[in-house]
Structure formats: structure tokens, C-alpha cells
């Protein structure tokens, strides 16, 4: 028995069950907490995790089961309540407001004072002591939008601790980090630790496991898989708990064979922000058939914006956009469908379906004027449910029906309707963006797959994604995007994530120089 498992017991979540209509969310949970232990508790997308720990965080109340706090039974009839028995929650989207300092912030509704006037300076000084307490450094009168994203999470942090938190629960906290700003969260979490706070880290990244915890949980349909010290199981042993199967965890690419003139071409493109300042600034590059260009950098940098403005959802200011020689900057989306454009949008919700749709009109969606989708001015609904039938066995969706709304498919099967729906119609060009946001290992294995299948039928794709490991496994060449702007071109294989992270963040060198 392991050190951390000998300390107390400071949490334990007994027979825990959450139902909601139609669904059961957790069935039967048993989870304990140690005092000073970083517990994992992974799953795949809709699992269970974030449900659970909603439960224990008062945002939800359990359909039955028992919660323990130091050995005696409690209950959470709010997050307010939570908080004030000891527990912090930082979420994956961070709830701050932009326009005010650190110190705001993090005394945001606990504000010292009396008769209703805040005492600002015994706020910005205790701010100071727990940053220094904790080894967790920030500028207490620094504005929030000035802040990285790796520091905002450091004022996430903090305010749980202002008020006290003994167990914080951290939900996917390293999912819009740059590796080292995910070194620096991970000495964080041991600082925390040594000094007597206990953590759980909700996550379906298998190396974040293996880093940081000492023990894990897995969920699968709202159960629990397996319990073990992390020590004991390899990745490998991790994503079959969490899957269900055996996961090919590192997919297999041929060597690139990029060949012939450039089939996409960005020339000094710009592009403005909603707030009509550049977001894309000068920005040029060409793609190959057969080659993947891997867009990496930090969120906000102008993904969005160049994403839109390529699809034809935003104008360009200036430069130009040329598919097959032909300039088609000024071109509208429908116009660019019908070039063998293709596009999987970041966000699937809002840009690549209609939920409230079935799957043979998501499938049928940009391409529904074609054959077989239609018969002169008339849809031709049999066909498109045959067609949609023959791409929900070819891309293993899984669905009791093509006439079932997007909606009440998984975040993997979702994805994978269009990606039925975008690669079926043989593209020569492909804008992908963000293809396994939030999705397990298991659906991010067959995407990387049917990405680099594209790759092997002479499509030339432009890959953005946050997720270096991404970026990594797929790209033939990567670009940093840095404030709009191309920083750095890099080879996989002849850098490092480190590297490629600096860059991210306005480095001007690395390791490797």
C-alpha cells in the first residue's frame, strides 16, 4: 500500500446514482479521495465524469447514494455550499470577467468590507500571501484580458483557495494549454498537494494520468471500469478500460508523398476580427496534394477568422485565397462546396450541423441540389436515406436510424457525420479544424485515421488544431501561428512540442537551437 493511500480518507461518494429522463448518468459510483492525493478520474466523452462531479460540486442533487466529507455523511445543496465545506471547482471554460484585475476577481462575491464598502487592500493583500503560500505568482492588479490562458487558470486557482478549498476539483485543465504552460499547472498541482490540498483532475488524456495522478478511476457508461494505482497500468491498459477495446493509441502514416504544383495557396491574406482589428495579418502558405499542413497556436491567435475566411463566412481584406490556380476569395460557401472544397468546422454545433435534423439531412446538407440528394427542384428523400445508410456503415456511426436528429448522437458520432458528409463528395482540397475537440481516444483514433485515408487519396488538407499531440501525429509541415501571423515552419520529426510551444507563445528560440 502506497504512502498517499495510508494518509485519511477526506472524500468518499458512496452508491452514487444520477438519472435524468431516459438516461442513467451514473449507476452505482464508489469513489474515495485521500488527503494529499491527485486522483483521476478518466473517461470518454459522456462517460459520466462531469455529471459526477456535479453531483459533488451541488450543481446537481444525486438520485440516491451518500457523500462523505471526513468521515461524516454531508450533502451539497449548492456550489455556494460546496465551497463553504471546503471544496473548489475550476472549470474547464473559466469564469472570469475580463475587464476587472486579479484581485477582483478572485474576491468576486466573498468581497471584505464593512457597511458595503470593500476593503481593496486587505483583499489585494491577502491575494499576495495565498500567490506566495502556494508558489503561484501573478500580478494581483493585473487586468484578466491582459493575462495567457495558462495564468487566467492561475486566478481560477487562487479563487478556489481564497475561500478556502481543501479538494479542488479540476475539470480538463490542460485543454487549451501549451506545453509548458502544462509543466507549470502540473508543479502547481504538487505545490497544492505539499501543502495539505487534495485533487481531482477530470480528463480523457491518458498522458496527463500517467503524469500527474496517483490514482485513477475510470467511467464507461456511467460506470466504473477500474480502479488502480497509475503505477500498475500502462496507456494502453487505460484507453481498453475506457473504450472497451483495444486502441491503436499512435496511428500508422505512410511517408509523405506530396508531389506537383501547390492545390491550395493563401498570398499575403488578411483578415479582420469582429472587432474590426487584424486577426489574420499577412498570412501566406501552399499546400500539395497528398500533403497535411498543420496550423498550431494558442486559441485566439486568429484560427477562427482565417477558418471562416477561407470557408467564405467572413470577408478577406486583402491578399488572396487561390484553389487550382483560380482566385476564390470572393466566393460564397455554396460556391466553394461545388469546387471540391471541403470543411469540418471547429465548432460542429454551430457550423457543420442542425441538430434538430435527421442524419440523412445533416449528411445531405451543402450537397442537397445534387444527385442523388435531389431530382431537378425536388429532394429525393429515398435516395438520401439510402445514401445516408451507405455512409453511416462506412464511418461506423452509431445510430439506430438515418432518421434520428444529430442531436441525440454522441460528440464522436456527431463528428463523424460530417466527416461522412464532407469526405464523401471527393474533395481536392480540405479545411480542417479542430476534428477531436472533446471526443475520447477511441473516436479520435478513427478520425486521425480517416484524415490521413484522405491524405493517401492526394488531398491536399489544412489542419488547425490546439492539440499539439494532434498537430504532431498528423502534419507533414507545421506553421506557428502567432497574432495572426506565421512565425515559425517546422518538420515533426526534427523538433519537439517544447520547441513548437515557445513559438506558440512569441518565443524566438528553442531546445533545439
Not at 466529507?69 to 465551497?83: C, H, K, V, W, Y
Not at 481593496?120 to 487586468?143: G, H, M, N, Q
Not at 485513477?216 to 478500460?241: F, M, P, W
Amino acid at each position: 500500500m502506497s504512502r498517499k493511500q495510508e494518509r485519511p480518507v477526506c472524500l468518499e461518494m458512496r452508491n452514487i446514482v444520477k438519472r435524468f429522463p431516459r438516461v442513467l448518468a451514473n449507476n452505482n459510483i464508489n469513489l474515495k479521495l485521500h488527503e494529499g492525493e491527485i486522483l483521476s478520474l478518466l473517461g470518454e466523452n459522456g462517460a459520466g465524469k462531469s455529471t459526477l462531479m456535479n453531483v459533488l460540486y451541488g450543481l446537481y442533487k444525486p438520485t440516491s447514494g451518500q457523500i462523505f466529507l471526513d468521515g461524516n455523511e454531508t450533502s451539497f445543496s449548492s456550489p455556494r455550499d460546496a465551497i463553504e465545506k471546503g471544496l473548489g471547482m475550476v472549470h474547464q471554460h473559466f469564469m472570469l470577467v475580463d475587464t476587472l484585475t486579479v484581485t477582483e476577481n478572485i474576491i468576486l462575491g466573498t468581497e471584505p468590507g464593512k457597511g458595503g464598502i470593500i476593503d481593496y487592500k486587505a483583499a489585494r493583500e491577502e491575494v499576495i500571501e495565498i500567490s506566495k503560500k502556494y508558489r503561484l505568482d501573478i500580478d494581483p492588479d493585473a487586468k484578466i484580458e491582459n493575462l495567457s490562458v495558462g495564468l487566467q487558470q492561475r486566478v481560477e486557482i487562487l479563487k478556489a483557495l481564497y475561500r478556502k478549498a481543501k479538494i479542488l476539483i479540476l475539470d480538463e485543465p490542460t485543454a487549451v494549454l501549451t506545453p509548458q504552460e502544462v509543466d507549470e499547472l502540473f508543479e502547481v498541482v504538487k505545490t497544492l498537494v505539499e501543502t495539505g490540498v487534495s485533487i481531482i483532475i477530470i480528463t480523457h488524456k491518458l498522458e496527463e494520468v500517467k503524469s500527474i495522478s496517483d490514482r485513477v478511476y475510470i467511467l464507461r457508461r456511467g460506470e466504473i471500469t477500474g480502479e488502480h494505482q497509475t503505477s500498475d497500468v500502462t496507456k494502453a491498459d487505460l484507453a481498453n478500460l475506457m473504450v472497451g477495446r483495444d486502441v491503436v493509441l499512435t496511428v500508422a502514416r505512410k511517408e509523405g508523398k506530396a508531389k506537383g504544383s501547390p492545390v491550395f495557396t493563401l498570398d499575403n491574406l488578411k483578415v479582420m476580427s469582429d472587432k474590426d482589428i487584424l486577426a489574420v495579418e499577412g498570412l501566406s502558405l501552399d499546400i500539395k496534394p497528398g500533403e497535411i499542413v498543420g496550423i498550431a497556436g494558442v486559441d485566439g491567435n486568429g484560427q477562427d477568422e482565417l477558418a471562416e475566411a477561407i470557408r467564405g463566412l467572413r470577408p478577406v481584406e486583402s491578399g488572396k485565397v487561390i484553389f487550382n490556380g483560380e482566385d476564390v476569395s470572393s466566393l460564397s460557401t455554396v460556391a466553394k462546396i461545388r469546387r471540391k472544397m471541403g470543411y469540418v468546422p471547429s465548432d460542429r454545433h454551430r457550423f457543420g450541423l442542425v441538430l434538430p435534423m435527421t442524419i440523412s439531412e445533416n449528411v445531405a446538407m451543402g450537397y442537397h441540389l445534387n444527385a442523388p440528394n435531389a431530382k431537378g427542384i425536388n429532394l429525393d428523400l429515398s435516395h438520401m436515406d439510402e445514401n445516408a445508410e451507405k455512409l453511416v456503415k462506412d464511418f461506423d456511426i452509431r445510430t439506430p436510424g438515418v432518421n434520428v436528429p444529430a442531436s441525440n448522437l454522441s460528440g464522436g458520432n456527431q463528428q463523424k457525420v460530417i466527416l461522412a458528409r464532407e469526405f464523401s463528395k471527393e474533395p481536392e482540397f480540405l479545411l480542417v479544424a479542430q476534428p477531436t475537440r472533446g471526443l475520447d481516444v477511441g473516436a479520435i483514433e478513427y478520425i486521425h485515421s480517416q484524415i490521413l485515408n484522405m491524405r493517401e487519396k492526394n488531398v491536399a488538407i489544412l489542419l488547425i488544431s490546439l492539440e499539439l499531440e494532434e498537430i504532431f501525429a498528423l502534419s507533414d509541415r507545421i506553421l506557428v501561428l502567432y497574432e495572426g501571423k506565421i512565425v515559425k515552419e517546422f518538420e515533426p520529426d526534427k523538433t519537439s512540442d517544447k520547441e513548437v510551444g515557445l513559438y506558440m507563445t512569441g518565443g524566438k528560440g528553442g531546445e533545439n537551437e
